[in-house]
Structures are given as structure tokens and as C-alpha cells.
């Protein structure tokens, strides 16, 4: 028997090491895609100005020689010189148009697919329920579950009400190949009582995350390769361990939803390094 508790724990301590690492290595990535994002921000901010004060000088141009043929009374008296900075001053105003278009449709796409998703899982999962939430953070869906819909106290058993909320949501994911979705497990901050098996907080958030993406996977059919279990223990708490009733809301399972927006990236990345040549 001893042996078979050891063995539980040292595959738990490899289950969780495993999630951790490919967690981190998604918010690593999460984190470098909105970096990328907030500089494009930038960029095309700078192209807009840069646009406002190239479009007055066409203006400019077109007064000043519009001045000339007034004065003049000669249709003909447009200067080479004038003509000349006139088109360079268009043709620089095409060429920013054009760039300006490029980085905006690159974040109109990404925009649309986070909405599409949202508009999806709301219609899907159909529940005005406090204890369900779909929001979106910087560009990633997030769909946090009060623990009392899906395990009882202490425990990492899913409940029969919680497979028919999960099943929604799962529909949702099957109909979106492109996407992934990490399953984090978060606890309130009352030390877990260890049970020869469990630990701690950190395991039973990680065993609430393994039991959902089983779910998901053994019942709902969800590609397995698509899903990532992390779990956070008490450490992410959405409002202070100071009552019982918010304990109730850190107490909680989050799907988070995330578009592969590689195409986006790119297009990005390659909009950006052209500007800077």
C-alpha cells in the first residue's frame, strides 16, 4: 500500500511539473504576441500622425499653387518645382495609406476572431449564472467556473451538473480546430489537509484541472493534444481570502480559450519589419 501512495505522488509531482512548464511556456508566448501587439499600436499611431501632417502639406501645396493661377489668371503657371513636391507628397501619402491599411486589417482579424469566439461560447452556454463568466483579457476568452458547480468540497470529482456546462463550452471548441485551451485550477487559501495522496492546494488545483481536461477528452471528445492543465493553487485570487463568500469566488475553474493567431503574428512581424527598413 505504501508503495502504491508513493508512486500516486511522485506521478502527481510529474503531472504538475509538466503543466507548469507548458504554462509557462504559454504565457511566455501570450506575453511576446501582445508586446508585438502593443508596439504595432504604436507604429500605426506614428503612421497616422505622420499622415495628418503629410496630408496638410499636400494642402499646402495645392493653395499655394492654386494661389498662383489666381494671381497669374494662367492656368499654365503651375511651377515644375510645385508639381513636383505636390506628387512626392501624394505618393508618400499613398505609400502610409497602404501601410496604415496592412496594420490595421492584421488587428481588425485578430479582434473579429476573439469576438466571434465570445459571441459563440455565450450563445452556446446559454446561462446567465453568476457563477459563470466568459470575458476577454488582452485578446484571450476567459471562461471561469465556481467550483461549487463543478466539485464538492475537497474534492476533484466532476459533477453531473458540470459535465452538462462543459459539454457547451466543448462544442464550442470542437467547432473552433484552430484554437487551444488551457484548464487552470485556483483554490481559496485554507491549507489542504493532506490525504496521503494530495498534498496541498497546489495538488488539488492540478487534479481539479486534470479531472475537467479528462472530461473534456474521455467524454466530450476534445482533441487532447489541444488542451493544457495548470493549476495555481491560492495564488491568483480575484478578491481577498477575507470571508466566506469571497473564498467561494477564488474557488474556481478557468478555461482559457486562445485563437492560434500565427497569421496574425506574422503578418504583423512583416509589416513592422519593412517599416523599419
Not at 512626392?88 to 496594420?103: G, N, V
Not at 479582434?111 to 485578446?139: F, Q, R, Y
Request: aromatic share 4%; glycine share 4%; charged share 30%.
Amino acid at each position: 500500500m505504501r508503495k502504491i501512495v508513493i508512486a500516486l505522488s511522485v506521478l502527481m509531482a510529474l503531472t504538475s511539473c509538466v503543466s507548469k512548464k507548458k504554462y509557462a511556456e504559454l504565457e511566455a508566448k501570450n506575453k511576446e504576441t501582445q508586446d508585438l501587439l502593443n508596439s504595432c499600436t504604436v507604429k500605426l499611431n506614428t503612421c497616422l500622425e505622420e499622415k495628418a501632417g503629410l496630408a496638410a502639406t499636400a494642402e499646402s501645396y495645392k493653395q499655394h499653387n492654386q494661389d498662383l493661377i489666381n494671381s497669374s489668371k494662367d492656368l499654365t503657371i503651375l511651377t515644375t518645382k510645385g508639381a513636383e513636391n505636390l506628387e512626392k507628397s501624394l505618393e508618400s501619402l499613398k505609400e502610409k495609406d497602404l501601410k496604415i491599411s496592412r496594420l490595421q486589417d492584421a488587428l481588425t482579424k485578430k479582434d473579429s476572431v476573439t469576438l466571434a469566439l465570445v459571441t459563440s461560447l455565450k450563445g452556446a452556454v446559454g446561462i446567465n449564472d453568476p457563477d459563470i463568466e466568459i470575458n476577454v483579457e488582452k485578446g484571450v476568452v476567459f471562461i471561469s467556473i465556481a467550483d461549487k458547480l463543478l466539485f464538492k468540497s475537497g474534492s476533484y470529482d466532476v459533477s453531473d451538473k458540470a459535465k452538462t456546462v462543459l459539454a457547451k463550452v466543448a462544442k464550442v471548441v470542437n467547432d473552433k480546430p484552430d484554437f487551444e485551451c488551457m484548464v487552470e485550477g485556483h483554490t481559496d487559501d485554507v491549507p489542504y489537509k493532506s490525504n496521503g495522496i494530495l498534498l496541498d492546494n497546489w495538488d488539488l488545483s492540478v487534479k481539479r484541472s486534470t479531472s475537467i481536461v479528462r472530461v473534456l477528452t474521455n467524454d466530450l471528445n476534445v482533441n487532447p493534444a489541444r488542451l493544457i492543465a495548470a493549476g495555481r493553487s491560492s495564488y491568483v485570487p480575484l478578491v481577498a481570502n477575507d470571508s466566506a463568500e469571497n473564498k467561494a469566488r477564488n474557488r474556481r475553474t478557468r478555461i482559457v480559450v486562445m485563437p492560434k493567431i500565427d497569421q496574425f503574428y506574422d503578418m504583423i512581424e512583416k509589416e513592422m519589419k519593412k517599416q523599419a527598413k
